[in-house]
T-cell receptor, first 111, second 113 residues
Framework: NAGVTQTPKFQVLKTGQSMTLQCAQDMNHEYMSWYRQDPGMGLRLIHYSVGAGITDQGEVPNGYNVSRSTTEDFPLRLLSAAPSQTSVYFC??????????FGQGTRLTVV | DQQVKQNSPSLSVQEGRISILNCDYTNSMFDYFLWYKKYPAEGPTFLISISSIKDKNEDGRFTVFLNKSAKHLSLHIVPSQPGDSAVYFCAASAAEYGNKLVFGAGTILRVKS
């Protein structure tokens, strides 16, 4: 059971570079989301999707784009990386009973 | 403005004793509450949840209590074990807001053997 798979696990970017964080789930869940975790702030919602072709903004969407072309995949794109985007990123897939299943995370450093 | 607050950044408990982790919320629209456990370098894992129509839910050593009038919930772990040492996140959601999860800042639990 793979569950939610995130790649890469670690990434270092220079300011201004762009990149895509990949997320895939094999649980056939409609609802997927991206969070960032920063010290003392818990997990904050960046973007979410309630199904293929449908995405919406969360609490901290600026500087990030998402798309959902299939049920399985929900990539997160950083358009022009900034030091403030240094964080740990988690992708989650949600079952109909409210529970979220998280990937292992991507630790991103922007220098 | 944090809607879900975990006011204790850390908690230290002796093995075999009870651990009580607390969580407060401000939004009365929240109707579902969850606890997640997180080990270093791993993603959070679901632990236990409770609907707003209940005031208690038990699962083995873990019990969650909900006090809606006080907008407060707590997670009890009895007995505590060294493997319970982790960061615990409280989360809340509301059907009104599409069931998006709002997380607290987390509490680090250390269980000493």
């Amino acid at each position: 059971n793979a569950g939610v798979t995130q790649t890469p696990k670690f990434q270092v970017l220079k300011t201004g570079q762009s990149m895509t964080l990949q997320c895939a789930q094999d649980m056939n869940h409609e609802y997927m989301s991206w969070y960032r975790q920063d010290p003392g702030m818990g997990l904050r919602l960046i973007h979410y999707s309630v199904g293929a072709g449908i995405t919406d903004q969360g609490e901290v969407p600026n500087g990030y784009n998402v798309s959902r072309s299939t049920t399985e995949d929900f990539p997160l794109r950083l358009l022009s990386a900034a030091p403030s985007q240094t964080s740990v990123y988690f992708c989650a897939s949600h079952d109909p009973g409210h529970r979220a299943f998280f990937g292992q995370g991507t630790r991103l450093t922007v220098v | 403005d944090q809607q879900v607050k975990q006011n204790s950044p850390s908690l230290s408990v002796q093995e075999g004793r009870i651990s009580i982790l607390n969580c407060d919320y401000t939004n009365s629209m929240f109707d579902y509450f969850l606890w997640y456990k997180k080990y270093p370098a791993e993603g959070p894992t679901f632990l236990i949840s409770i609907s707003s129509i209940k005031d208690k839910n038990e699962d083995g050593r873990f019990t969650v209590f909900l006090n809606k009038s006080a907008k407060h919930l707590s997670l009890h772990i009895v007995p505590s074990q060294p493997g319970d040492s982790a960061v615990y996140f409280c989360a809340a959601s509301a059907a009104e807001y599409g069931n998006k999860l709002v997380f607290g800042a987390g509490t680090i639990l250390r269980v000493k053997s």
